[in-house]
T-cell receptor, first 112, second 115 residues
Framework: KQEVTQIPAALSVPEGENLVLNCSFTDSAIYNLQWFRQDPGKGLTSLLLIQSSQREQTSGRLNASLDKSSGRSTLYIAASQPGDSATYLCAVYTGTASKLTFGTGTRLQVTL | EAGVAQSPRYKIIEKRQSVAFWCNPISGHATLYWYQQILGQGPKLLIQFQNNGVVDDSQLPKDRFSAERLKGVDSTLKIQPAKLEDSAVYLC?????????????FGPGTRLLVL
C-alpha cells in the first residue's frame, strides 16, 4: 500500500527566503508525482506534475524534483512571498492502485 | 472555462441524519472523482466514475455512502446515516479521462460537520 509522507507539517518563513518542502513515498512504482496548493476554504490547484521518467519540473519560482528510486521529491520555492501562504500537498499516481495517493501536506506561512 | 462546481459549500447535521452533496464537473470531462479530506489529512479517494460507470469504489463505506453519476455528467454523493467521523471536506474533481497523465481539477469542496 502506497504511503506518502510530507515534512515538515508546518513552516513559517520571512518574506524573501528560499525554502524546500519534502515528500517521500514508499512504493517507487509510480506514473507521476504532483504538487498541489490548497488555500483555506478552496479546492486544490495543481502546481507541477513530474512524470516518472523526468527528474524535475519548473514553473516560475517553483521547482520540483523527483528521485523515484529513493522515493523522494522536493518542492523548491524561490524568493517566497506572503501570497505563497497555503498548504502544499504532494500526491503520487501509483500504477497498481490506479489512483492518486496524497500526503498530509505542509502548511506554509510567509510573513512580512 | 468554468471550473468544477459543488454545492452546498457548508452543511451541519446531527448524527444519524442523511445528507447529499452535488458536483458539476468541467464540461467534456469523462472522469469524476469524490474525495474525503479529514482535517489535518490529505484527500482520500472515495469513488471514481468514468462517464456513468464506476471505476473504483474500493474505499467507499458502502453501508452508509452512495454515489451516482446519471447521464455521465453531474454527480451526487449521499451519506445515510451520518456518523461523527464523517465530518470532513468532500472534494469533487474531474479530468478529461482516467489516464494518469491527465490533470485533475478540483472543486471548492463541501465542508460537513456532524454533531
Amino acid at each position: 500500500k502506497q504511503e506518502v509522507t510530507q515534512i515538515p507539517a508546518a513552516l513559517s518563513v520571512p518574506e524573501g527566503e528560499n525554502l524546500v518542502l519534502n515528500c517521500s513515498f514508499t512504493d517507487s512504482a509510480i506514473y507521476n508525482l504532483q504538487w498541489f496548493r490548497q488555500d483555506p476554504g478552496k479546492g486544490l490547484t495543481s502546481l507541477l506534475l513530474i512524470q516518472s521518467s523526468q527528474r524535475e519540473q519548473t514553473s516560475g519560482r517553483l521547482n520540483a524534483s523527483l528521485d523515484k528510486s529513493s522515493g523522494r521529491s522536493t518542492l523548491y520555492i524561490a524568493a517566497s512571498q506572503p501570497g505563497d501562504s497555503a498548504t502544499y500537498l504532494c500526491a503520487v499516481y501509483t500504477g497498481t492502485a490506479s489512483k492518486l495517493t496524497f500526503g498530509t501536506g505542509t502548511r506554509l506561512q510567509v510573513t512580512l | 472555462e468554468a471550473g468544477v462546481a459543488q454545492s452546498p459549500r457548508y452543511k451541519i447535521i446531527e448524527k444519524r441524519q442523511s445528507v447529499a452533496f452535488w458536483c458539476n464537473p468541467i464540461s467534456g470531462h469523462a472522469t469524476l472523482y469524490w474525495y474525503q479530506q479529514i482535517l489535518g489529512q490529505g484527500p482520500k479517494l472515495l469513488i471514481q466514475f468514468q462517464n456513468n460507470g464506476v471505476v473504483d469504489d474500493s474505499q467507499l463505506p458502502k453501508d452508509r455512502f452512495s454515489a451516482e453519476r446519471l447521464k455521465g455528467v453531474d454527480s451526487t454523493l449521499k451519506i445515510q446515516p451520518a456518523k461523527l467521523e464523517d465530518s470532513a471536506v468532500y472534494l469533487c474533481a474531474s479530468s478529461l479521462d482516467h489516464s494518469p497523465v491527465e490533470t485533475q481539477y478540483f472543486g471548492p469542496g463541501t465542508r460537513l460537520l456532524v454533531l
